[in-house]
């Protein structure tokens, strides 16, 4: 099925750097979200985003609901170790319950 | 309160076996989605359940793959004859209804085929 183009694939960043990651589609979303998911549990909601151009922050986490609705990206400030996992950005085409279109991941690697 | 659960949490299965994995989806939430992620990348949508409606099955892969939902609350997503590419993880979420359909995952069962 359709994935979301997710960039960088993986990072390798110092305790204290800032990440951004990015996602894009051809195609329109009229939800974006952002997941972290840790080896072994399943992914966790960190950050939904409902309106084009919409800028929303989770503590150091701030992420973009882009203005074409067909990007988003996501900022980690300050980075600790346990900023470590795979980020996944999704998407939902519909307003409500429906199935999301997620991207391939970033894995992010943090080190002290 | 309880967040999504499923079971078991690993499951070894012979190629050509039946399998049957379960969701308990968060108390009051009604819409039920089942996810696969094989290694190495997203997750791609199976199937979703929302209330009583009929699901929405165009994410199985093939006719070997089916789930039900009884009494609006748990759910089995169960795969006949298994292959050995049917190893992966496969995850259930559950959102409100009546929300903005954010989703919320359980761990996942990770399901080898040998």
């Known amino acids: 099925g359709q994935q979301l183009n997710q960039s960088p694939q993986s990072m390798f960043i110092q305790e204290g750097e800032d990440v951004s990651m990015n996602c894009t589609s051809s195609?329109?979303?009229?939800?974006w979200l952002w997941y972290k998911q840790d080896p072994g549990e399943g992914p966790v909601l960190l950050i939904a985003?409902?309106?084009?151009?919409e800028l929303t922050s989770n503590g150091r986490l701030t992420a973009q609901f882009g203005i074409t609705r067909k990007d988003s990206f996501l900022n980690i400030s300050a980075s600790i170790p346990s900023d470590v996992g795979i980020y996944f950005c999704?998407?939902?085409?519909?307003?409500?319950?429906?199935?999301?279109?997620f991207g391939k991941g970033t894995r992010l690697s943090v080190i002290a | 309160g309880a967040g999504v659960s499923q079971s078991p949490s690993n499951k070894v299965t012979e190629k050509g076996k039946d399998v049957e994995l379960r969701c308990d989806p968060i108390s009051g939430h009604t819409a039920l989605y089942w996810y696969r992620q094989s290694l190495g990348q997203g997750l791609e949508f199976l199937i979703y359940f929302q209330g009583n409606s009929a699901p929405d099955k165009s994410g199985l892969p093939s006719d070997r793959f089916s789930a039900e939902r009884t009494g609006g609350s748990v759910s089995t997503l169960t795969i006949q004859r298994t292959q050995q590419e049917d190893s992966a993880v496969y995850l259930c979420?559950?959102?409100?209804?009546?929300?903005?359909?954010?989703?919320?995952f359980g761990p996942g069962t990770r399901l080898t085929v040998t």
């Open positions: 985003l409902y309106k084009a151009g």
């Open positions: 979420a559950s959102s409100l209804v009546a929300g903005m359909g954010e989703q919320y």
């Open positions: 999704a998407g939902q085409r519909n307003s409500g319950n429906t199935p999301l279109v």
């Open positions: 195609s329109i979303f009229n939800t």
